[in-house]
């Protein structure tokens, strides 16, 4: 069931795998792209969720100004929060990937994250 939802990002709450579930379904910047991740660890906050996934095939490049926002104010929220595993389905765009790998290298003390080619790997690897 659908916690949030924008035209550019769905944001819901899988029970079984204890996640919050970020499906992008188009380019976001600025003001979108912000709003779904903060509603995205709202659900995390709200449930104590240790484990996120975020499909972002359909997301395309993050502008940098956007990437500076993520790793200076969203990261340091998320990193405190209960996630322990970050799985993130990676954009089909090479260019798109190079900036979501920055993104990703950033990890918490206590949070791990892998990239992966498919949903169904990363769901299995966060059942794991």
Known sequence: MA???SDVVT????????????N????????KYREGLNEGLELVEREGARNWL?????LGTVPEADSQWTQEEWHPRAFRSSLSNMAVVQPESVVANMS???????????????IFDNRDDAFEWLRD
Do not use: I, K, P, Q
């Open 3 to 5: 916690y949030y939802e």
């Open 11 to 22: 944001v819901e709450w899988n029970e079984s795998l204890g996640a919050v579930v970020m």
């Open 24 to 31: 992008w379904h188009a380019f976001a910047s600025g003001e």
């Open 54 to 58: 975020a499909d972002l095939r359909e």
């Open 100 to 114: 979501v790998e920055d993104l990703v290298d950033e990890v918490g003390e206590n949070t791990t994250s892998r």
